[in-house]
């Protein structure tokens, strides 16, 4: 009985005997260039910058050598191109993260609004790239336009890098922020009127007669920072003075809401309402209060933020501010596609509005 045959080894590239460190496709190739090179009438080294996307190569050229290489099915550095010569059809979604506190992508508001963004950018013709960077390093964000890999760049959150920001702008980069607009800001933002829904959501809690509101949210986040600016305002109105013990830090983490609750119960601090600067942070909260039998709302009263997907389904169902994701992610992506076309856009606010359900005493259930 024979011996298996052993499957054959691929077979390895051609060397070039006249000089082994080649071989017969990188010849072919650079024999290539010389073709493309001499029938766009340029040097070699020039058919080189412009398939690198050199700015010393004038557009009308670098567009014929393009062509010339795309005939002769040449490889050409895509990113490099686009660089170059402006033509690019993808956008480079980024979602910056914080430190320690890496709020998830799978974070209801982030996969609403990026689902929104991808219709809107599909719609439009666009392709979608999302990475993530850390906020700390937030001129990362401008590689994927000076690489050529991205036309513009969404940024989802300023986080607490004003400053930062400003310097992208400072390059007249296709950069649009959602987040809240900030004196001195040179970069284009998209964003619910925040002050007007922290407004919202606090009238809402003063109404039924709740006067000791706890607020949780960090305020070292602008759009946070605008919330509670609005939940003071509400307060200046009714002519009451909000509790310093009841203002407390909240992350947008999944159980970011769990553990300032549980130490308002613990230390018997007395609240009859919640106004969280997330959906999440609410539900959290809720949970720390059904754990020490407390009952929403007939006991504590709770208002969300965002009107996310489960919201509406939580038990008992949130009353929220809802800033529509869905008007979000369309501003961004013609505010962006604005800017990259004219190198210039107008910030864009979005009008919030309150949602009552079954969390305050008097919700509904509402869509």
Known sequence: MSAPKSAPLPAARPANPANPGRTVDSDKRRLQMADIARLAGVSTATVSRALNGSPLVNPETCQRIVDLARSLNYSINVGAQNLRLGHNNTIAVVVP???????????????SLLGSLADALTIR???????????????????????????????????????????????????????AQLPQQLYCTVGGDNVQGGLLATQALLREGRQRICFLGDRDLPEVDHRYQGYLAAH????????????????????????????????????????????????????????????????????????????????????????????????????????????????????????????????????
């Open 236 to 367: 200046q109105k009714a002519g009451i003075q909000p509790d310093p013990n009841l203002i407390l830090p909240a992350s947008f983490m999944t159980d970011g809401g769990r553990e300032p609750i549980r130490r308002l119960l613990d230390l018997h601090q007395a609240f009859d309402g919640i106004f969280a600067c997330s959906d999440l942070i609410a539900m959290a909260a809720i949970s720390a209060l059904r754990a020490h039998q407390v009952a929403v709302p007939q006991d504590v009263s709770v208002v969300g933020y965002d009107d996310v997907a489960m919201a509406q389904t939580f038990q008992p169902a949130l009353t929220t501010v809802r800033q529509s994701i869905e008007e979000g992610g369309r501003l961004l992506v013609d505010t962006l596609l604005e800017l990259m076309r004219s190198g210039s856009a107008t910030p864009r606010v979005l009008v919030p509005t309150l949602v009552q359900r079954a969390s305050t005493r008097t919700g509904s259930v509402a869509a």
């Open 97 to 111: 993260y914080q430190g320690r506190e890496r709020q998830a992508i799978s974070d209801p508001f982030f996969l």
């Open 125 to 179: 013709g666009y392709d979608m790239l999302l990475t993530r960077i850390d906020a700390d390093m937030m001129a990362d964000a401008a590689r994927y336009i000076d690489n050529g890999r991205a036309g513009g760049v969404i940024l989802i959150g300023q986080w607490h890098h004003h400053e930062a920001l400003n310097r992208l702008a400072a390059r007249q980069l296709p950069v649009v922020v959602w987040g």
